[in-house]
């Protein structure tokens, strides 16, 4: 069974930063693409793309987000990463992690258990 971990969130200070991390456990034949997303509390409906990364390394941002956060893979770890700079407080959100990858029973689909991030002064 493939889990995925989130973890790096917390509170932070405007124009701070913060390293998000999503550990990925189990079998996993290859992985097809990860992303971050990010949903308000209060907006359970609408889930954001932030960042988005491909197995041949292709990078996708949200406008909102780029300039300002690098998602990366340490695929030696089985971790990405979301690093996140120049904070403000429209980041405040849940953050998720997604995979999309082949395992033994075909093709998955799975989210993390979301960290939060706060960003206040």
């Known amino acids: 069974q493939v889990q995925l971990v989130e973890s790096g969130g917390g509170w932070v200070q405007p124009g701070g930063s913060l390293r998000l991390s999503c550990a990925a456990s189990g079998t996993i034949f290859s992985v097809y693409a990860m992303g971050w997303y990010r949903q308000v509390p209060g907006k359970e409906r609408e889930r954001e793309l932030v960042a988005h990364i491909t197995s041949g390394g292709s990078t996708n941002y949200a406008d909102s987000a780029k300039g300002r956060f690098t998602i990366s893979v340490d695929n030696a770890k089985r971790t990405m990463y979301l690093q996140m700079n120049s904070l403000k407080p429209e980041d405040t959100a849940v953050y998720y992690c997604?995979?999309?990858?082949?395992?033994?029973?075909?093709?998955?689909?799975?989210w993390g258990q979301g960290t939060l991030v706060t960003v206040s002064s």
């Open positions: 997604n995979v999309e990858a082949l395992i033994a029973e075909g093709n998955l689909d799975t």
